[in-house]
């Protein structure tokens, strides 16, 4: 690598920016003064002003930001126009969707009424439309029928043996669990925006979204096919009642009621013809045809003056009660039964809500504040319970038509809940004759729009596979499991791929562009060149407790040093010049005694010149074993191995050699060897040591793994991490001090100012680890080391390479 690097002319006079000298330059706030004490906190929210109150006030009530500033001239008639259209699309789309909710049609006037008024108050956003949505209606739908069953009322009538079904009493009962649903379920919305919990919509991603009301949209075609037909299959609860309940309506499809199917095609084909030319036309005309307020009008004259339910036995609407609702009290003894449908139904229209408002919001220029709207949306829904309404949220077609047809303001929302009021306490009786196989069209029709999303398969295939598992897994769990389990297991699954993300990112050596003082992945840009000495490593993804260990082994992996092997080698050389300490200090020792022995032998011998078989025994005697192998092996003995020749000589001149590790725990063998070894010959009374140490040096090394390496320091990029927990300080610490025991340098670089102050409550810098080992840059770091060990001057490729942008790396 060294030989195609050279060095430039300049010199490397850049002052290196570390976090000690960036926090003096930028004079960054410590932990401490970013974060003071919790008494202060205290104080400084309790503290009030004028300034801080009246913020506090038009935040809480934004009708009174835009009211006082309202112009009458500018906004008054395209609020009115856009107002009586949605008023006469909430008409058909009530009476329709309260179908689906299980109830009678004027509930669904009602919920187009009052939530719209309360959210004219509390909301944010200037052009949603609040009211009957098709998802929500369905989840409601089966939470009523699963607590008032058909079963749980039947009655006969006098001698007759055929129970009949007291419709009275179910859908009083069926009003009461929905108003008592949609009341917890908006409390539940108004604390969570109390605590600024409005970010939990995000974590409903768009794929989830559209596959969850895809699926609801299946749910709402099978709950209204007993309308399209004219057939009363059993209504299943819990997980596969959409199978069990298809499986039912199939069975009774030889029972179909044929002047209600009948019925029902008609209108489906006059809806199709009429939007397809509505949908044409559009350009063209100011106002949109109102296609469904037609069909009611129309469906309702041709009933009343044909007596379809007396003549033909076709079910309708029935009796409609003019006037508005009393508010009453929802019976609280069902919130144990109804809270995690409750808690689904807050998060799927909140979701709907804020998806909705924002894209508003983003095109018209203004800003919706995300809490606010879990307050406004909770509201509306808890005043709603109380007037027996069930839970709202906006419409996408009713959004849209009030946003295309000029409106500004949510006066326009007004406007639409005088047309609703109007036919609720007028014209509310005239439509008693309405066939309900006609709502249920209605209902056929608009969702013609959420099954198109099925396409949405295509296109992530496409772009991205794992949304597309999303998608897919969201939409089977919500057909098989129904609305409330579909969505906690899409929910589930959808956080579990972005912890399976995290915990396997990308890592990556980065090298520097020359010319440059970027820094990009050597992998996957060609042009890029690695610093000579210098590792420079990435993640793709954040370090916490769930990757820190992958994070670690994956270093070891890029940088190609082995640190464990390494840290167990290098102890093994520590312990080994011990023992040879140890062994030279005996062998001193025993020297100066035989010295000794021989001057008083000599002594002896020149007075008396006896030997002593005796004394010479006790002598031998008194010596040791140690001492007696030391005598014998000092001169074979090469401080880690004994030597020992396993097989004869053979004619060529070669024997094999087995090699004993001396001071190894477990004296297990190095393997075989020949006599003659990289041009080298020991044999067992060579008296060459060294040359014996070192052969067997390289064996023990190159057991080990890599042995030498040309690199001096490591600088990990921080850059990607915007937090840092305390598996993750352990980890990197113990990174710093484990490469320290080889010689190798760790630097961090490019941290943020939120991970600096996790490190700083974490303990992680001491007086080994201080803050000049952070660096605001990887440049930084680079010329830090370079600077570090003697390079008086930056690296560059050969031959010199101009700029490139990020498509010629």
């Known amino acids: 690598m060294e030989s195609m690097w050279r060095y430039s002319k300049y010199k490397i006079d850049r002052e290196v920016l570390d976090e000690e000298k960036l926090q003096e330059i930028a004079q960054r706030k410590t932990y401490s003064d970013s974060h003071p004490p919790l008494t202060q906190r205290c104080k400084d929210s309790l503290r009030c002003s004028i300034p801080k109150l009246k913020h506090s006030v038009v935040s809480t009530l934004p009708v009174l930001y835009w009211l006082p500033k309202y112009s009458i001239w500018d906004y008054g008639m395209p609020d009115l126009v856009s107002g009586i259209s949605v008023g006469i699309m909430h008409l058909p789309q009530g009476m329709a969707y309260a179908l689906l909710a299980s109830l009678p049609p004027v509930f669904g006037l009602y919920t187009s009424l009052y939530p719209a008024l309360v959210y004219i108050i509390f909301g944010t956003s200037r052009h949603i439309s609040i009211g009957t949505f098709t998802v929500l209606s369905i989840m409601v739908g089966s939470v009523t029928e699963r607590l008032a069953p058909d079963s749980n009322f039947l009655s006969t009538n006098g001698t007759n043996i055929t129970a009949e079904v007291d419709t009275a009493s179910?859908?009083?009962?069926?009003?009461?669990?929905?108003?008592?649903?949609?009341?917890?379920?908006?409390?539940?919305?108004?604390?969570?925006?109390?605590?600024?919990?409005?970010?939990?919509?995000?974590?409903?991603?768009?794929?989830?979204?559209?596959?969850?009301?895809?699926?609801?949209?299946?749910?709402?075609?099978?709950?209204?096919?007993?309308?399209?037909?004219?057939?009363?299959?059993?209504?299943?609860?819990?997980?596969?009642?959409?199978?069990?309940?298809?499986?039912?309506?199939?069975?009774?499809?030889?029972?179909?009621?044929?002047?209600?199917?009948?019925?029902?095609?008609?209108?489906?084909?006059?809806?199709?013809?009429?939007?397809?030319?509505?949908?044409?036309?559009?350009?063209?005309?100011?106002?949109?045809?109102?296609?469904?307020?037609?069909?009611?009008?129309?469906?309702?004259?041709?009933?009343?003056?044909?007596?379809?339910?007396?003549?033909?036995?076709?079910?309708?609407?029935?009796?409609?009660?003019?006037?508005?609702?009393?508010?009453?009290?929802?019976?609280?003894?069902?919130?144990?039964?109804?809270?995690?449908?409750?808690?689904?139904?807050?998060?799927?229209?909140?979701?709907?809500?804020?998806?909705?408002?924002?894209?508003?919001?983003?095109?018209?220029?203004?800003?919706?504040?995300?809490?606010?709207?879990?307050?406004?949306?909770?509201?509306?829904?808890?005043?709603?319970?109380?007037?027996?309404?069930?839970?709202?949220?906006?419409?996408?077609s009713r959004s849209l038509v009030q946003e295309t047809t000029g409106g500004k303001t949510q006066l326009a929302g007004l406007a639409s809940a005088l047309v609703v009021l109007v036919t609720i306490l007028k014209l509310g009786p005239l439509f008693q004759e309405l066939p309900k196989a006609v709502l249920a069209s209605i209902v056929f029709v608009n969702l013609k729009g959420m099954f198109k999303q099925h396409y949405d398969v295509v296109t992530l295939w496409k772009s991205s596979r794992i949304d597309l598992m999303i998608w897919l897994v969201t939409w089977v769990s919500t057909m098989l499991l129904n609305l409330d389990l579909g969505l906690a297991a899409s929910i589930s699954f959808a956080l579990l791929t972005v912890i399976i993300r995290t915990q396997m990112p990308t890592y990556s050596v980065l090298g520097n562009v020359p010319g440059t003082e970027l820094y990009v992945d050597v992998e996957t840009h060609g042009k890029a060149r690695e610093i000579p000495g210098i590792t420079i490593f990435r993640s793709s993804a954040t370090v916490y407790f769930a990757n820190a260990e992958l994070f670690l082994e994956a270093l070891k992996e890029k940088s190609g040093l082995d640190i464990s092997k390494m840290i167990i080698y290098k102890r093994r050389q520590e312990a080994k010049a011990k023992r040879r300490e140890k062994r030279a200090a005996r062998r001193a020792k025993k020297k100066a005694k035989r010295e000794r022995r021989a001057q008083m032998a000599d002594k002896q011998q020149k007075a008396i010149p006896v030997f002593s078989v005796e004394e010479e025994a006790g002598r031998w005697g008194d010596t040791t074993?140690?001492?007696?192998?030391?005598?014998?092996?000092?001169?074979?003995?090469?401080?880690?191995?004994?030597?020992?020749?396993?097989?004869?000589?053979?004619?060529?001149?070669?024997?094999?050699?087995?090699?004993?590790?001396?001071?190894?725990?477990?004296?297990?063998?190095?393997?075989?060897?020949?006599?003659?070894?990289?041009?080298?010959?020991?044999?067992?009374?060579?008296?060459?040591?060294?040359?014996?140490?070192?052969?067997?040096?390289?064996?023990?090394?190159?057991?080990?793994?890599?042995?030498?390496?040309?690199?001096?320091?490591?600088?990990?990029?921080?850059?990607?991490?915007?937090?840092?927990?305390?598996?993750?300080?352990?980890?990197?610490?113990?990174?710093?001090?484990?490469?320290?025991?080889?010689?190798?340098?760790?630097?961090?670089?490019?941290?943020?100012?939120?991970?600096?102050?996790?490190?700083?409550?974490?303990?992680?810098?001491?007086?080994?680890?201080?803050?000049?080992?952070?660096?605001?840059?990887?440049?930084?770091?680079?010329?830090?080391?370079?600077?570090?060990?003697?390079?008086?001057?930056?690296?560059?490729?050969?031959?010199?390479?101009?700029?490139?942008?990020?498509?010629?790396?």
């Open 170 to 396: 179910r859908d009083s009962y069926r009003v009461q669990v929905a108003a008592a649903t949609t009341v917890l379920g908006g409390l539940i919305q108004v604390v969570l925006g109390l605590v600024k919990f409005g970010f939990v919509g995000t974590y409903l991603s768009e794929p989830l979204v559209r596959a969850y009301t895809t699926a609801a949209a299946g749910h709402a075609v099978v709950a209204q096919l007993k309308y399209i037909f004219g057939v009363s299959p059993t209504r299943f609860s819990g997980p596969l009642s959409l199978v069990y309940t298809l499986k039912d309506v199939c069975s009774l499809l030889p029972h179909t009621h044929i002047p209600t199917l009948v019925v029902s095609a008609v209108s489906m084909m006059f809806l199709i013809a009429a939007k397809e030319l509505n949908s044409f036309l559009r350009p063209k005309l100011p106002v949109i045809i109102p296609v469904e307020l037609i069909t009611i009008v129309a469906a309702t004259l041709i009933s009343s003056y044909c007596n379809f339910n007396s003549n033909f036995t076709i079910p309708v609407v029935g009796e409609i009660p003019s006037g508005l609702s009393s508010p009453s009290v929802p019976d609280v003894s069902v919130f144990g039964e109804v809270i995690g449908d409750a808690f689904a139904l807050a998060i799927v229209g909140y979701a709907i809500s804020i998806s909705l408002g924002k894209t508003f919001a983003l095109k018209h220029g203004y800003k919706v504040d995300s809490n606010q709207e879990l307050v406004a949306l909770g509201l509306s829904n808890t005043v709603g319970g109380f007037l027996q309404c069930y839970s709202v949220c906006p419409s996408m």
């Open 625 to 809: 074993e140690s001492d007696r192998e030391d005598e014998m092996w000092t001169e074979r003995e090469n401080g880690t191995v004994f030597v020992v020749p396993t097989t004869p000589q053979t004619a060529d001149g070669r024997s094999r050699w087995e090699y004993l590790k001396g001071g190894d725990q477990d004296c297990t063998s190095l393997g075989w060897m020949t006599e003659v070894q990289d041009g080298d010959t020991t044999t067992l009374g060579s008296s060459s040591e060294d040359t014996l140490s070192r052969d067997l040096e390289r064996v023990s090394l190159g057991s080990l793994g890599k042995w030498t390496w040309d690199i001096h320091s490591i600088i990990i990029d921080l850059s990607t991490a915007n937090f840092i927990d305390t598996v993750a300080i352990k980890t990197i610490k113990n990174i710093f001090q484990d490469f320290s025991e080889i010689d190798v340098d760790i630097y961090l670089a490019g941290c943020q100012a939120s991970v600096m102050q996790q490190l700083e409550v974490g303990e992680f810098f001491s007086e080994s680890v201080t803050q000049r080992c952070v660096f605001a840059t990887v440049h930084d770091a680079v010329l830090y080391c370079l600077s570090h060990h003697g390079a008086t001057s930056f690296p560059s490729y050969e031959p010199p390479l101009e700029m490139y942008d990020s498509t010629k790396l």
